[in-house]
Structures are given as structure tokens and as C-alpha cells.
């Protein structure tokens, strides 16, 4: 029985080439754990100032530097803005347009890219194409002839009122990301389903929507931080206080407590509380989810 030797000089060689490669990627790593440092101080900054200037009276807001700690916690800073501010009646209005809104719109959507993805009709692409154009279109383009249109309708200061327009600026988008998605799941199980004499509806509910829970966990998350933080169209087809989301009550506490920045900071932190629930409830899908469908398998 022979044994064969490699030669020195070829395993010196392997070796030899080999440390260069680990001492790039160490350096690599290395670079992005400070980019990812580096990145989390400019996200984490604003966050600091605002809690920080929350719990100060206004006095220390002024005359203290900008991230010094409160030499007196002021925590009557929350209830004064929570009732001043009317954050309650905004918190509601937003909460009932959002939680109206986003599944609505999502259901809308994910019918449409699944006929667009999984029935086969002519011109179906000419019809994607005109999504995709559709999700390019700014919403300052479309605020005039919107507020006519709703104004005629006699929906101004109403939920419906923001409701369908929020609606209808959104689908483009979702259909596009949800058709991508589609196309992923492996056409055999509708051939499956078709066999079994299962309908496209059947198919749409039993099989396609549970198999795209990690993208619609995704757009839910993305959808509802987009519509609880929407400005431009609220601003002008809610012109009643009564009617106003968070965002315009928040502008609306701004203009009437302008030098308060405790109380200000303060209905600030409180307006995202909703927000970041919502991510916690759906975080776990929404790494996998988040970019569902920009890739096909």
C-alpha cells in the first residue's frame, strides 16, 4: 500500500495564500461592524435628545446642554401633553383609519398580484408595467384635483375620506412587491390544487395567503408605520381638529406650545408607542418578509 506525500512547497503555497484571504475578510468584518456601530449612534442620537428633552422642565431645556441629563425629572411633561394635545381623539382617529386602511388594502392587493402572477391572461404584463408606473406617481401631483373630488363627495373631515385615497395611492406598490412573491411559490401547487378540482379563489385563500405570511407580515409593518405617520393628504382633507390624525395634532400642540419643548418631546415619544407595538407584534416575519419578492427563486 503507497501513500502519496504532497510536495512542501505546494501546501506552503495553499497556506500562504490562504492568510491573505482571512486577513480581507477579517477586515471586512471589520469595516462593518463600524459601519453598523457608526450607523446605530446617528439613528440612536435623535431618539436620546427627544427622551431626554421629554424629561425636562423649561428652564433645563433651554439653559442645559443639548444631551445633559435632566437636573429634575419632569415627568408632568406626559400627562399635560397627552391631554392638551388631544392625543387620545388623535390617537383614535389614526389607530381606526390605519387598522380600516391597511388590511383592506392589502387584501385588494394581494388579489390583484395574485391574478396578475397566477392567472393567465393576455396583456398581463402591460397591466404590471402600469403598476409599477402607478407607485411612481407622487401624491403632491394628485392633492388639488383629490381635495376637489373628495370635496364633491362631501367626505372632507371624515375617516372614509382619507380611507380610500390612502388606499388607492398604496396598492401599486404592494402589487408589485406581492406579485414578485408570487411568482416564487412553485406553479405544481396550483397544478395540484386544479386537479383536485380546488377554484382560484380556493387556491387564492387555502394556499397562496398562507404561504405569503412573511410578506404581508412585511407590508402590514410598512403600511401602518406609512399611514400613521401620513402628513400631506391628512393635512388637507382633515381640516377639522376633531377629525385630525397624529400627526396634525402634533403639529397643532407645536404652534400652540412653541417654547414647551418638554411637553412637545414628551407627545412625541407617546405618538410612536402604537408604531413600535406594531413592529413588536410582527417583527419575527419581517427580516424574511422585508424583502419577499425582490429576487426570483
Known amino acids: 500500500m503507497s501513500t502519496v506525500i504532497a510536495p512542501a512547497s505546494r501546501v506552503v503555497g495553499q497556506s ?6 482571512r486577513g480581507r475578510r477579517n477586515y471586512i468584518r471589520i469595516g462593518l461592524w463600524i459601519a453598523l456601530v457608526l450607523s446605530l449612534i446617528i439613528w440612536m442620537l435623535p431618539l436620546v435628545f427627544i427622551l431626554l428633552t421629554s424629561l425636562k422642565t423649561e428652564a433645563d ?36 383609519i ?38 411612481m406617481v407622487p401624491v403632491q401631483v394628485a392633492i388639488a384635483p383629490l381635495f376637489q373630488v373628495v370635496n364633491s363627495l362631501g367626505l372632507l373631515n371624515t375617516h372614509i375620506g382619507v380611507i380610500l385615497p390612502y388606499i388607492g395611492f398604496g396598492i401599486p406598490y404592494q402589487i408589485f412587491i406581492l406579485y414578485g412573491f408570487f411568482r416564487q411559490i412553485p ?6 390544487a386544479r386537479i383536485d378540482g380546488a377554484s382560484y379563489a380556493r387556491l387564492f385563500w387555502q394556499i397562496i395567503l398562507p404561504l ?35 400627526p396634525l395634532a402634533l403639529q397643532g400642540f407645536q404652534s400652540q406650545y412653541t417654547s414647551s419643548y418638554g411637553p412637545i418631546n414628551a407627545f412625541t415619544i407617546m405618538s410612536v408607542i402604537p408604531v413600535v407595538i406594531v413592529y413588536l407584534l410582527f417583527q419575527r416575519y419581517f427580516v424574511s418578509g422585508a424583502f419577499a419578492g425582490s429576487v426570483k427563486g
Request: glycine share 6%.
Open 187 to 192: 406553479e405544481e401547487l396550483d397544478e395540484s
Open 16 to 21: 500562504a495564500s490562504q492568510e491573505p484571504r
Open 98 to 135: 390605519a387598522l380600516i386602511k391597511v388590511p383592506v388594502g392589502l387584501l385588494i392587493s394581494a388579489s390583484a398580484a395574485f391574478a396578475i402572477a397566477r392567472i393567465k391572461f393576455k396583456r398581463n404584463r402591460i397591466l404590471l408595467a402600469a403598476m409599477a408606473i402607478g407607485a
Open 61 to 96: 431645556a433651554i439653559g442645559t446642554p443639548v444631551f445633559s441629563l435632566p437636573t429634575t425629572f419632569d415627568w408632568a411633561n406626559y400627562p399635560e401633553a397627552f391631554e392638551s394635545g388631544n392625543l387620545l381623539g388623535a390617537g383614535i382617529n389614526s389607530l381606526i
Open 212 to 246: 405569503s405570511g412573511p410578506a404581508l407580515a412585511a407590508l402590514f409593518i410598512l403600511d401602518f408605520v406609512a399611514t400613521w405617520n401620513e402628513y400631506g393628504m391628512a393635512l388637507v382633507l382633515l381640516q377639522s381638529s376633531d377629525s385630525w390624525t397624529v
